[in-house]
């Protein structure tokens, strides 16, 4: 799974062809592969994207987070010790 960061936009989730999107209990319906989320905070239509990022004039930038399967993120703080 990829999570994007637009630069001065959206985070947007890359959703897996088929798979099924869930918020509040209710199915969203994903008129493209991607779910875009509000990053700037001025979205009307929140947790989701409306576009207000680009009249906020919101300035971040862009990145890609990817998880790939196999790795276990619960187990390295145990691992760690006491801090």
Do not use: T, Y
């Amino acid at each position: 799974m990829r999570l994007r960061a637009r630069e001065n936009g959206p985070w947007v989730v890359e959703v897996p062809p088929g798979a099924r999107v869930f918020w509040r209990g209710e199915e969203v319906k994903l008129a493209k592969p991607g779910l875009a989320l509000c990053r700037c905070g001025w979205s009307g239509d929140k947790p989701f994207c409306d576009g207000s990022h680009k009249e906020a004039g919101f300035v971040a930038p862009g990145g890609v987070l990817e998880l790939v399967e196999g790795i276990d993120f619960g187990k390295g703080r145990q691992d760690e010790g006491a801090r």
